[in-house]
T-cell receptor, first 116, second 108 residues
Framework: GAVVSQHPSWVICKSGTSVKIECRSLDFQATTMFWYRQFPKQSLMLMATSNEGSKATYEQGVEKDKFLINHASLTLSTLTVTSAHPEDSSFYIC????????????FGQGTRLTVV | DAKTTQPNSMESNEEEPVHLPCNHSTISGTDYIHWYRQLPSQGPEYVIHGLTSNVNNRMASLAIAEDRKSSTLILHRATLRDAAVYYCIIQGAQKLVFGQGTRLTINP
């Protein structure tokens, strides 16, 4: 099956700093990538949808200036958490689809962010 | 996006079949039904998806009601590795929106 890789798997950063998380589709071109956030014992919450070469579409309530998403190529999307605070500590997960969503989506292994 | 309703938790025994139900009464005619599962501290994993007809793959079967307002994921012979949170998702607007899912526990 297709592989989506996230990096880093975990990161600890100081409050006020920015953190970048990468999401790569290793063996296919991803027309669309999605970013999710998951708090302990909760479900995944969709943050934004990104298409290669265009601006991301953010879900209601997600601050686009705080969570910067760049989808510069068909195999790479990045999420930057700017001026991170402890409440941003969470499990961030990306997913990618090959063509459209009537086929399966492939998920990364997730990135655990801890802001201290 | 159509909303889904799943039991919060279910329990089964190893090597027995498991039927995980999902209600989606507001599903539209062109919406696909997707199932994913998530093990602790991992990203979700695709299980199966379908539109109207029942579907089978190496992992599971998906039984879709005739009116499409409900579906059932069937694990034919559960193993301990099947313990996970199972999410039933109605795909709409080209995105997957997760509900609360069913936490499946498998007893040895």
């Amino acid at each position: 099956g297709a592989v989506v890789s996230q990096h880093p798997s975990w990161v600890i950063c100081k409050s006020g700093t920015s953190v970048k998380i990468e999401c790569r589709s290793l063996d296919f071109q991803a027309t669309t990538m999605f970013w999710y956030r998951q708090f302990p014992k909760q479900s995944l919450m969709l943050m934004a949808t990104s298409n290669e070469g265009s601006k991301a579409t953010y879900e209601q309530g997600v601050e686009k200036d705080k969570f910067l998403i760049n989808h510069a190529s068909l195999t790479l999307s990045t999420l930057t958490v700017t001026s991170a605070h402890p409440e941003d500590s969470s499990f961030y997960i990306c997913s990618a689809t090959k063509e459209h969503l009537n086929t399966e989506a492939f998920f990364g292994q997730g990135t655990r962010l801890t802001v201290v | 996006d159509a909303k889904t309703t799943q039991p919060n938790s279910m329990e089964s025994n190893e090597e027995e079949p498991v039927h995980l139900p999902c209600n989606h009464s507001t599903i539209s005619g062109t919406d696909y039904i997707h199932w994913y599962r998530q093990l602790p501290s991992q990203g979700p994993e695709y299980v199966i998806h379908g539109l109207t007809s029942n579907v089978n793959n190496r992992m599971a079967s998906l039984a879709i009601a005739e009116d499409r307002k409900s579906s059932t994921l069937i694990l034919h012979r559960a193993t301990l590795r099947d313990a996970a949170v199972y999410y039933c998702i109605i795909q709409g607007a080209q995105k997957l929106v997760f509900g609360q899912g069913t936490r499946l526990t498998i007893n040895p």
